[in-house]
């Protein structure tokens, strides 16, 4: 069974930095692309990131780039997102999502998020 | 970026009804179209890919329709489960950014 576990994810002051992680069980981990996703509190779903299976492609939302990171340890089964310089919008739950295969760019499995705040 | 807009927003329908949700991108992407459901409290599901795939273990009464710019989710007997908001999503020229739509809320007449 897939499984996706986020944690990380807790309150921030503005400006300040959290990485959240993504334990991944029950497939081939770097067989997939993978992607963070994210749902501000009671709004609709919004692309943030995806990282190729080998690590070597990364791709960004406008509203993310040049703050976030994403990277993945296919020995540890796990993907990460570095969140630098927050901001009180990026305040949502972050959803870990399993790319359908090597990057064909929609999601088959979801974890059940973890939240970031972003507040003084 | 290509833009996704849904329609309606929200839904009100009752147990049978024949429910149908549209999403319109700003410029074609193909058939390169995925629709999810989301419950409250709930991470998204996976229900249509390539527009009219149907994923595996998602009922029959769902489907989907459509390529360029408009597409369609019909569910052809609504069903109790069903109740829930919809999202569409493109991946044209299979490149990012990814765009989901607004959603569409599906409640109780």
């Known amino acids: 069974e897939v499984q996706l576990v986020e944690s990380g994810g807790v309150v921030v002051q503005p400006g300040g930095s959290l990485r959240l992680s993504c334990a991944a069980s029950g497939f081939t981990f770097d067989d997939y692309a993978m992607h963070w996703v994210r749902q501000a509190p009671g709004k609709g779903l919004e692309w943030v990131s995806l990282?190729?299976?080998?690590?070597?492609?990364?791709y960004y939302a406008d509203s993310v780039k040049g703050r976030f990171t994403i990277s993945r340890d296919n020995s540890k089964n796990s993907l990460y997102l570095q969140m630098n310089s927050l901001r009180a919008e990026d305040t949502a739950l972050y959803y870990c999502?399993?790319?359908?295969?090597?990057?064909?760019?929609?999601?088959?499995?979801w974890g059940q998020g973890t939240l970031v705040t972003v507040s003084s | 970026d290509i833009q996704m807009t849904q329609s309606p927003s929200t839904l009100s329908a009752s147990v049978g009804d024949r429910v149908t949700i549209t999403c319109r991108a700003s410029?074609?992407?193909?058939?390169?179209l995925a629709w999810y459901q989301q419950k409250p409290g709930k991470a998204p599901k996976l229900l249509i890919y390539k527009a009219s795939s149907l994923e595996s273990g998602v009922p029959s009464r769902f489907s989907g329709s459509g390529s360029g710019t408009e597409f369609t989710l019909t569910i052809s007997s609504l069903q109790p489960d069903d109740f829930a908001t919809y999202y569409c999503q493109q991946y044209n020229s299979y490149s990012p950014p990814l765009t989901f739509g607004g959603g569409t809320k599906v409640e109780i007449k």
């Open positions: 410029q074609s992407i193909s058939s390169w």
């Open positions: 999502a399993k790319d359908m295969g090597v990057m064909d760019y929609y999601f088959d499995y």
């Open positions: 990282i190729s299976w080998d690590g070597g492609s990364t």
